[in-house]
């Protein structure tokens, strides 16, 4: 900071100062002193009103300008107008800057901006979490050093940016991002990216579905055309390969029509056409009769365990729920090995809700399929699932039905132990039997 002038400066400048008024006063007779005395005294005034000046400008800055008189008033509230104009001017200019600001880190996009030499200038954070940035520790630094993958930079160097550019996030490699880069200013540029990754994998789920019902449907009418193809109008079919022509043609058709009537639930499921019936459900007596339905799947080959809280009521359509209950529970059957036990329970929670839970014993689900479980015909095992008679369709249709009671279907399995399927019931849709009043 600025030292002010201190009184043996401020006397030697004052003697320069009147060292020529007082030789002319000599000159033309007027009394030195007299003349001396005047030009002191107004000197004095003056740089008394500088000393003002320079202590309020650099040990007061902000403050009101000191009291005077004369053309120093005039000074002091002159400088002073043109502090508080560019104090307002500063103040509408961070306004502005932190505007900008939260408008950039309101944006669903990371975002961030890089010099011609690929040196960041700034980022949001999103461009944080989702590229592996940090600022501003990291300003100044190329952003080739975290985005390394080879096309990146091949897209970077080839300066033609009219088309997106996709990459794996180097924060997650199951993170898939689509970055545009446009120019922000004369050497600048502004990179924008979004995740697709759910974008990628509904692409995905269309392709396999597509692939999937194309299969699933072939299979039955390919048995049916070989068969009628066989029995033509002029032979008479032999007793026994008609039986079991008839069987085979009778069980493909039973498959066909359980898939489609499947895609039509689904499809009414995922457009809202099906209404949630407030109906009070019995879920104990329910998942007895489901338990004995899976009994006879199995020939009894399982050891199937059930506790209900026959208290525990539910709001909702029967038929949904019966659907959803008996998904879970005839998947149990399907996938776990003959001799295992599958346990089925239904209890209440601490917050009043009911929670459905089917635990088998088999032989477990890999990690990586347990995120895709509820797609439509996704399967872990192509084979196993249509031996035993599974349409794929299931768990899609049960994650749907629980979307209808605000519940999502959580599922954890371990390789060689077994796997759980469970959800839990709001307590809004649940009453307890004590509470029913017969309407």
Not at 65 to 71: D, F, M, R
Not at 216 to 235: A, K, W
Not at 339 to 362: P, R
Request: hydrophobic share 40%; net charge neutral.
């Amino acid at each position: 900071m600025r030292q002010l002038p201190n009184s043996q400066k401020l006397f030697t400048k004052v003697v320069i100062f009147l060292l020529p008024f007082f030789l002319i006063g000599t000159f033309f007779g007027v009394p030195a002193e007299s003349l001396c005395l005047g030009f002191i005294c107004l000197s004095v005034w003056h740089y008394h009103q500088l000393s003002l000046l320079i202590n309020w400008l650099w040990t007061k800055r902000g403050a009101y300008p000191p009291a005077s008189k004369g053309i120093w008033a005039d000074v002091f509230d002159g400088i002073y107008q043109q502090q508080r104009k560019h104090r307002k001017k500063r103040n509408e200019l961070s306004v502005l800057v932190r505007r900008f600001r939260l408008g950039a880190e309101s944006l669903p996009d990371a975002a961030l901006v890089f010099n011609d030499d690929r040196t960041l200038v700034w980022c949001n954070s999103l461009a944080q979490s989702m590229l592996g940035f940090k600022w501003p520790e990291d300003m100044g630094n190329r952003i080739d050093n975290f985005l390394r993958q080879p096309e990146f930079i091949q897209y970077l160097e080839s300066k033609n940016y009219d088309k997106p550019f996709e990459l794996t996030s180097p924060e997650s490699e199951f993170i898939i991002l689509e970055c545009r880069i446009a120019p922000f200013e004369k050497d600048k540029w502004t990179l924008i990216a979004r995740d697709i990754t759910q974008i990628k994998q509904m692409e995905q789920m269309r392709k396999d579905f597509i692939a999937n019902v194309s299969h699933e449907l072939r299979t039955p009418l390919t048995v049916m055309r070989g068969y009628l193809e066989l029995l033509t109008e002029s032979d008479v079919p032999d007793p026994i390969i008609w039986k079991k022509a008839h069987t085979m043609m009778n069980e493909q058709t039973i498959r066909m029509g359980g898939l489609v009537n499947q895609l039509l639930t689904l499809t009414k499921l995922e457009n809202k056409q099906y209404v949630l019936t407030q109906s009070k459900v019995n879920v104990a007596r329910l998942l007895n009769i489901i338990v004995e339905e899976a009994n006879t799947l199995s020939d009894n080959e399982h050891v199937i365990t059930l506790n209900a809280d026959s208290e525990l009521f539910i709001r909702s359509s029967e038929e949904q729920i019966r659907s959803a209950f008996s998904n879970l529970i005839f998947n149990a059957v399907r996938y776990t090995p003959k001799g295992q036990s599958i346990n089925v329970s239904w209890k209440i929670t601490e917050e009043g809700g009911a929670k459905f839970t089917c635990q088998d014993t088999g032989d477990g689900i890999p990690a990586e399929h347990l995120s895709r479980l509820t797609e439509r015909f996704y399967r872990v095992n192509q084979a196993r699932t249509r031996d035993s008679g599974g349409s794929g369709l299931g768990l899609s249709i049960v994650k749907h039905i629980l979307a209808n009671h605000d519940s999502d279907l959580e599922i954890s399995s371990t390789l060689n132990v077994g796997s759980c399927f469970s959800f839990t019931i709001p307590a809004r849709f649940i009453v307890k039997e004590a509470t029913i009043v017969d309407e």
